[in-house]
């Protein structure tokens, strides 16, 4: 198995397909604008969720999921999170490809912007910014 950063890596290949809809449900993407697995295992993982097109249902899992969202610690929270994904895998759920990674890089001199620390896409705050030029 290859391994990049300690950590295993997971090849799947998959066919082309002509058109999204001819895409199974179960290898559609997941995407969102919180780079926290929390609003992905409560859309698309939890029993009844609106996005779980794949019907999973699995009690067990859906209080590992509370119990991570209610988790403050960040250690806690991976761990939490390992268990969860090793769960959806072994019960094939729908395989999590990979969670992508985000960076937000501005010029020195501009100043007063704050980025959020959980996503990219929703916490610009313009009011505070100003050019030091």
Sequence with gaps: MPYRNGEPMVRI???PAESPSLVSPQIRTIESGVE?????F???FVCGAVRNYTGYCNP???KLIDQKSAEANREKRKQLVWQIERK???EQARPIIFYPRNGTCTQ???KGLVTMVNSIYNGYRMEDVWLDK
């Design 13 to 15: 290949h998959l066919p």
């Design 36 to 40: 926290d697995p929390d609003q992905q």
């Design 42 to 44: 409560y859309e698309n």
């Design 60 to 62: 067990e899992v859906d």
């Design 88 to 90: 959806l895998a072994e």
């Design 108 to 110: 020195p001199y501009v």
